[in-house]
Nanobody, 121 residues
Framework: QVQLVESGGGLVQPGGSLRLSCAASGNIVSINAMGWHRQAPGKQRELVAL???????NYADSVKGRFTISRDSAKNTVYLQMNSLKPEDTAVYYCNAAVMPTTSFRFLDVWGQGTLVTVSS
């Protein structure tokens, strides 16, 4: 069984920074793309940032220049460095990854449980 566990959320003032981490654990053969999504109250879940297995990245327009996604493949971990945070960044942030477990020859879409980020003074 594969799990994704996020950490690093919390309360931060506008203009501040936070770093989210997401570690994959379990019987894993390979991990392809990894990403971060977020869902604010009353809104749909949206993609924030994505990093492929080759290291290419994509960002939502709303976070370009402020957020940076990175990964440590040796640790099966993806990070999201969030700078210049705004109140509108307040949301539950979910980690997502395409994971091939030892029990399958297919990549499965796995989600974490989410971590709350609150930007407020």
């Amino acid at each position: 069984q594969v799990q994704l566990v996020e950490s690093g959320g919390g309360l931060v003032q506008p203009g501040g920074s936070l770093r989210l981490s997401c570690a994959a654990s379990g019987n894993i053969v390979s991990i392809n793309a990894m990403g971060w999504h977020r869902q604010a109250p009353g809104k749909q879940r949206e993609l924030v940032a994505l990093i492929t297995g080759a290291g290419s990245t994509n960002y939502a327009d709303s976070v370009k220049g402020r957020f940076t996604i990175s990964r440590d493949s040796a640790k099966n971990t993806v990070y999201l460095q969030m700078n210049s945070l705004k109140p509108e960044d307040t949301a539950v942030y979910y980690c997502n990854a395409a994971v091939m477990p030892t029990t399958s020859f297919r990549f499965l879409d796995v989600w974490g449980q989410g971590t709350l980020v609150t930007v407020s003074s």
